[in-house]
């Protein structure tokens, strides 16, 4: 399968920054004989040796681990090399430019994967699940990558190309046989074969939005009226003066995103406008921005002022509505004349905070750890997988498709009913990239990042 006639690629497949440690790959069918003539020695596949690296003058740059993985057996399917040398950045450039200087070409961001995918080591989907893997932003966004990358979401979207394909073979036989009622040719096996399909990619399009929001981490957004603290909550849990806190009501107008850690879990967090009747043009606009935030958050931080939570209780609830997840905090606790228990969340769920003391902040935390771990279902639980806004719109062509194939088959129009799952099928084919436009193909590899 390998072409010999292509390139030899190499570039640093450690990070950019200084390590114990840096590796210099090479792949392609030339990267055996441009890595002994750096390492002044015959390598063994399947063998670490250690050896002093040299430039093209024969001036030693450094000694380190050469590892050679004979074809198919490697990472990419071609010849690989590694070369370990110590992690200085100086030192790796200077062995890539020897390898370019003996005939390699410098990867392309992805080329590596690109290339394990070329040579029917990785689907598209695991490829995409490597660079999502290495781009996780928490444990949690890691462990659904690797299952992914372990082909978990691949073999659901395969299967269901399977019964795809057995429906398909199934209508154009009895395009064949016209002159008959459908009825006669299995009519009520295919009707009850597209509707279980049908269920079965509804249920996978689910799983796979999860995934994409997933991928993404936990999207929190801080909503309530005016003046509530909304943005000294945000500021509170940033650790850091972010946003501008004034008594002025319809002090935020624009939206403010910051990244918190909660235990290593990821969150983003979006301060808004308060939401009120009214206000002038620039209020509008935020609040309508708030809206369009809202309408992709997984969780809502509804901020009210202790003091009155009732009335920006109602200016809320419509926002509000849709998101999967809502955590009510009462804010300002600290001038209740008599002060709720602090931290607990009392019996409906609702945290007593205050953004100027202090108070409730720990019991905020701890729950928005929760909210992040549950996102995937921790313990292993949910089975999640990533997944990318390209293949949640793959899946759901492939549903509009299979649904114009149904109404086709109640019409009698079976060559339109077989088109439409021929379509279906092009659309799951592009997920795993068993059927790709090579555009499509530049397009997903060029966002990874350099040696990979
Ligand atoms: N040093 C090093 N560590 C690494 C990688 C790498 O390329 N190099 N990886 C890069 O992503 C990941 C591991 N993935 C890998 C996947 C396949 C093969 C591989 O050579 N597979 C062959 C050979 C197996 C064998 O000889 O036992 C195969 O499956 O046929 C290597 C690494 C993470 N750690
Ligand atoms: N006493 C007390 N004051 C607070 C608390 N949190 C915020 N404030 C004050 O309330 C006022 C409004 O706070 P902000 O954080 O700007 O409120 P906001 O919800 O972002 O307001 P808008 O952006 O106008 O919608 C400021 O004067 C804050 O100092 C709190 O817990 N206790
Ligand atoms: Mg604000």
Redesign the pocket.
Known sequence: MSDPARDTIAAIATGPAAGGVGIVRLSGPRARLIAQSICHRELDARHAHHVRFRDVDDVVLDDGIALYFRAPASYTGEDVVELQAHGSPAVLQALVATCVALGARRARPGEFSERAFLEGRLDLAQAEAVADLIAAADLMAARAARRALDGDFSRRVDALGDALVALRVHVEAAIDFADEPIDTLGGEALRQGMATLATNLGELLQAAERGRRLRDGLHAVLV?P????????LNVLAGSER?I????????RDLLQETIRVDGLELTLV?T??LHEGGDAIEREGMRRAGGELARADLALV?LDARDPEGGRRAVAEAIQGVPQVLWIH?????LPVAPAPAAGDATGVLH?????GVGIDGLHERLRALAGARVGEGDAGGAFTARARHVEALGQALAELDDARRHLADEALELSAEALRQAHDRLGEITGRMHPDTLLGHIFSSFCIGK
């Open positions: 309530g005016p003046n509530a603290g909304k943005s000294s909550l946003a806190v004034t008594e002025i009501a319809g002090t935020t301060d406008a308060g901020v804010n300002k606790c600290d001038l905070v205050s953004a100027r003391t």
